[in-house]
Each structure stands twice: as structure tokens, then as C-alpha cells.
């Protein structure tokens, strides 16, 4: 297995829309299994194969809490919900699509490709999927919680969108301004007490 290297805003390559995948081949569970490797190794909890320069329809997740003190600061959402409880994890899904939404909630999201950054973002509380698995298996599943909402942040990136364009577009062109302006924090000179990754998570 391999760490694959992740994009980060303000890349173009962010804004491209991913095709459907037409084939599970060998090579595709290979990189499915580096993209869940990379996601683990940065501590993130859902990736785009659109975040690793790859233009197909596939995310990877794992948005199991766990267990320890920071758990419940870290995980806002609180525990598993009784449908989160269903799906197993880690999870990679080709091809998914939101089939319905329902409700709305909101979660202080980060991403991988915007490290350090974290806002509010309003999104669907209740999502049905449909999607493939890396068995070629047709599935379907109803969900809510952090499994949602993560679910709807990786659909995005395979649209060439980010959570920092589902703020308001005074908030947006801010956080955006900023970025290009000073960027990202070295982790290498990470002194750990300004270490906002440390009580979020990344998507
Ligand atoms: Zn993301």
C-alpha cells in the first residue's frame, strides 16, 4: 500500500467533476485501499478519490467515534446513531448518489484539503444512497448523523466542490482570501498549542 498525496485548495485540479465508474478492476482495489491508508494516516474520516487527483466516482469512509477522552469533544454529533450503527465501516462507495435528503443539521466540518480550516455547514440530516461496492454489488442504505453528513462533503469534491463554498459568500471569499493569503500551517512546526486539528476532524 501506498500514502497518496492530497490536493489542497486552491488547486484547480479541486474543481473538476469526476466520471462514473464503469468497472471495479484490481488496480481500482488497490487504490481504494491506499486512499483508506492516507485517510487514516491524516487522521480524516472521509476522502475523494478528486482529492488524490483521481477523476472517478469514489469516496472512501470511516466515521467510526473513538473511544477515549477527546471522543466527545472531538465528535460534536455525540455518539453512532441507530443507522449509523447498521452500516459497517470503513466504507468505499463507487458511484454514489443521494437518491433522497431530508431534514437539515449543521457540523463544524473540516477538510483534507483545507487543513486546519473548520466552519459551520448546513447540510441534509437524513440521506438515502445508492452506490457500488468494491464487489460490484449494488447497494442501498438510508443514514444520518456524521455518516451523512460526510457522505454529502465527499459526494461534493466529486463534483469539484468544497465545504468552504457552502458558506455564506461574505464567509466564503473571506476564508478563501485568507487562505491564498497566508495558507496552510506547517505540521512539521506544529508547537501543539494552537493545534486546532486536534479537537476536529477533517473530511
Ligand atoms: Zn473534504
Known sequence: MALLEILKYPDPKLRRKCKPVEQVTPELKEFA???LETMKSFNGIGLAAAQVDRLDRLIVLDTRRPEGDDAEARYELGGETELE???TQP?????????????K????????????????V??????DVEAMTLDGEKIAFQTDGLLAICIQHEIDHL????????????????????????GY?????DDGENDVTDSHIEL
Open 33 to 35: 485501499a491506499n486512499m
Open 122 to 127: 448546513e447540510r441534509a440530516l437524513l440521506i
Open 159 to 182: 463534483d469539484g466542490k468544497l465545504f468552504i463554498d457552502r458558506l455564506s459568500p461574505l464567509k466564503s471569499s473571506r476564508v478563501k482570501a485568507k487562505i491564498k493569503k497566508f
Open 85 to 87: 450503527k447498521k452500516i
Open 185 to 189: 500551517p506547517d505540521p512539521d512546526e
Open 105 to 120: 443539521t449543521t457540523y463544524n466540518e473540516g477538510c483534507l484539503s483545507v487543513p486546519s480550516y473548520f466552519e459551520v
Open 91 to 103: 466504507l468505499v462507495l463507487i458511484n454514489p448518489v443521494i437518491k433522497k435528503k431530508q431534514g
